[in-house]
């Protein structure tokens, strides 16, 4: 079991645990000694390393490995690294990833039952049928509740997917509720599928990275693809609903320059676009507010995924924030 975490540490005392490695490059000090730079993580977090006089040591370890490592915590220009006396590869008999990838307070298993019952809600016809068939897929169940819905911009651990798109199915029977005139169906399973590209685009196996498909073709091309092949299953799919719900897809990210091969051009997919802008911005402020607890002053630090500083709200306003990196909390299935 995994001793210390890095949400942990303190400046000034010594360290002996296990860290996933992030990131490894081999450095020339201006002595001429080589170093190694290393960024480690665990669930709580991150933290820079230096191992020094490294050619001395044995260096059998790569990205992705979780290492155990001794030596002590420094404060370098206001930031905690670590100053390494030995690095050892560890045993892969030894590792729990769950400690060292973070991950949704909530259950995942929880959240994707609950959107299975409310598809099951939904109206039978072809996008019923659609969604049952893909989310009861137990290959990509699996990884629809594991992946997280973004590398590092929003819902950035395990299970960030699931929990994101839980809560824009919720969002969207809202906007449904005040806007009778919107197709609820349409925007349900255009809400369920928007990312779905992500299951395949992202590697979680080891830390978060893009698969080399993925970093070719994209979450929304690779999103297309798939529902379309489980469409071809569907006999008489009408080919016009399939041109709307592909059309949602392509356009979820709202704009040509943010990646979008269309911008939306009905209300339903404009509801989606906004729906998931509105969702994943309100998570990296929470985020960063979360980061930023402990900061003095009004403000937090800048947000690289919203490039501003954000006004911190009053204390009293904030509720338990973005993901508690571990455990259980409340999940609340579709049934109202």
Same mark, same amino acid.
């Given at each position: 079991?995994?001793?210390?975490?890095?949400?942990?540490?303190?400046?000034? *005392?010594?360290?002996? *645990?296990?860290?996933?490695?992030?990131?490894?490059? !081999?450095?020339?000090?201006?002595?001429?000694?080589?170093?190694? &730079?290393?960024?480690?993580?665990?669930? *709580?977090?991150?933290?820079?390393?230096?191992?020094? &006089?490294?050619?001395?040591?044995? #260096?059998?370890?790569?990205?992705?490995?979780? %290492?155990?490592?001794?030596?002590?915590?420094?404060?370098? #220009?206001?930031?905690? #690294? @670590?100053?390494?006396?030995?690095? %050892?590869?560890? !045993?892969?008999? &030894?590792?729990? @990833?769950?400690d060292y990838l973070p991950h949704s307070a909530q259950n995942s298993e929880k959240l994707l039952e609950g959107l299975v019952?409310?598809? !099951?809600?939904?109206?039978?016809?072809?996008? #019923?049928?659609?969604?049952?068939?893909?989310? *009861? &897929?137990?290959?990509?169940?699996r990884k629809y509740k594991t992946a997280p819905a973004a590398m590092s911009y929003h819902h950035a651990f395990i299970g960030g997917l699931i929990e994101h798109v839980s809560s824009l199915v919720r969002l969207g029977d809202r906007a449904c509720d005040h806007y009778p005139f919107l197709d609820r169906e349409l925007i349900l399973a255009g809400l369920l599928l928007h990312d779905i590209g992500k299951i395949e685009e992202l590697n979680f196996t080891r830390g978060f990275s893009y698969t080399t498909r993925g970093q070719l073709v994209g979450h929304i091309s690779m999103g297309v693809e798939m529902v379309r092949d489980r469409v071809r299953e569907i006999p008489d799919f009408p080919p016009e609903l399939w041109d709307r719900l592909q059309h949602i897809i392509l356009a979820h990210h709202g704009k040509l320059e943010f990646g979008s091969p269309k911008e939306p051009m009905f209300m339903e997919a404009l509801v989606v676009n906004y729906l998931d802008d509105l969702d994943s911005k309100l998570e990296a402020m929470l985020e960063q507010y979360e980061a930023d607890k402990d900061r003095p002053g009004d403000f937090t630090a800048r947000s690289r995924p919203l490039g501003r500083e954000l006004l911190k709200p009053p204390l009293k306003a904030v509720a338990p924030v973005a993901p508690a990196k571990g455990g259980a909390a409340n999940t609340q299935l579709f049934t109202d």
């Open positions: 079991m995994k001793e210390t975490y890095i949400g942990d540490l303190k400046s000034g *005392t010594s360290v002996n *645990t296990t860290f996933l490695v992030r990131s490894k490059e !081999r450095k020339t000090a201006r002595n001429g000694s080589a170093y190694l &730079d290393l960024e480690f993580q665990d669930s *709580t977090g991150t933290i820079k390393a230096k191992l020094w &006089d490294c050619d001395s040591f044995d #260096q059998a370890f790569e990205t992705d490995d979780v %290492v155990r490592v001794t030596g002590g915590v420094e404060n370098y #220009q206001g930031n905690l #690294q @670590l100053s390494l006396r030995k690095i %050892v590869k560890c !045993r892969e008999a &030894d590792i729990d @990833l769950a019952l409310r598809i !099951r809600q939904m109206p039978q016809g072809p996008l #019923q049928t659609l969604l049952l068939n893909l989310l *009861t &897929d137990p290959e990509i169940a």
